[in-house]
């Protein structure tokens, strides 16, 4: 079963740095394309970025292009969000999530509160 375990979320002052992580457990991720979501208060959850594990290949949604880069380390099955320039709307829940093919993304983690205080 796979497990996808966030952590790193908190509290940041406006223009500041956080870097996300997210354990992933229970296969080989190697042909899983990996990616951050996030949702904001009374707001639909939107995609922030993706990797796909086998070649590192990335994508970013326009609002994060810049400030944010997702990463992973294969050793540790860890996928990363360092999130830089961070601003009050970056301020979400962010949940790490995994899928394979072109399905929908089939695993989630629990979320990890971000806080940006202007």
């Known amino acids: 079963q796979v497990q996808l375990v966030e952590s790193g979320g908190g509290l940041v002052q406006t223009g500041g740095s956080l870097r996300l992580a997210c354990a992933a457990s229970?296969?080989?991720?190697?042909?899983?394309?990996m990616g951050w979501f996030r949702q904001a208060p009374g707001k639909e959850r939107e995609f922030v970025a993706a990797i796909y594990w086998r070649t590192g290949t990335t994508n970013y949604a326009d609002s994060v292009k810049g400030r944010f880069t997702i990463s992973k380390d294969s050793a540790k099955n860890t996928l990363y969000l360092q999130m830089n320039s961070l601003q009050p709307e970056d301020t979400a829940v962010y949940y790490c999530a995994a899928k394979v093919g072109q399905s929908s993304y089939d695993y989630w983690g629990q979320g990890t509160q971000v806080t940006v205080s202007s």
């Open positions: 229970g296969r080989t991720f190697s042909g899983y394309l």
